[in-house]
């Protein structure tokens, strides 16, 4: 499957990023999306883009992380990584894991962290690393992360 656009429909989370979109227009995006905070309703980016087709990804709740995905998502997209989709699934599951350390340098002065390592290698990696959810269909992530479709807790491989 070809990748169309990546879609970060949140406002402000994707400023100042080149190559993101706001809104989801058909099944070759991947739409990228922070979870509600709790007590508030879903966002309705999620629906619209599965309603089209989309795959949508769920970002990290913490904002530095998600604009640092969301800038790797841009670049991947760019450059024609294969499988996006579960690349960015596994990516965000391993930063739910907590040790971010192996995956993101010291943020530079500015607050914007940089990728420990070189983005064609990450990308190869974290499409390695990938498997499936067993608690939703299509997404997926890594042993003990968060499944980056639905969020859940992946288990450990026995």
């Not at 309703?41 to 309603?51: I, K």
């Not at 998600?66 to 965000?92: C, E, I, K, N, Y």
């Not at 993101?104 to 498997?131: N, Q, Y």
């Amino acid at each position: 499957m070809t990748t169309g656009r990546v879609v970060v429909p949140e406002p402000g989370l994707a400023a100042g990023i080149p190559g993101l979109a706001t809104e989801a227009e058909g099944p070759e995006d991947v739409v990228l999306m922070r979870p509600a905070e709790p007590g508030s309703r879903p966002p309705a980016a999620g629906a619209v883009g599965r309603a089209l087709g989309a795959a949508v990804v769920l970002l990290p709740a913490d904002r530095v992380h998600a604009r640092w995905v969301a800038a790797v998502a841009a670049v991947w997209a760019a450059t024609g990584t294969p499988d996006l989709t579960r690349s960015l699934q596994s990516l965000v599951s391993m930063l739910s894991g907590g040790d971010s350390g192996a995956l993101i340098r010291r943020p530079e002065p500015d607050g914007t962290p940089a990728a420990a390592l070189p983005l064609p290698l990450l990308a190869r990696l974290t499409l390695r690393a990938w498997l499936p959810c067993p608690h939703c269909s299509g997404g997926g992530g890594v042993p003990r992360g968060a499944c980056g479709g639905c969020g859940r807790t992946m288990e450990a491989a026995a």
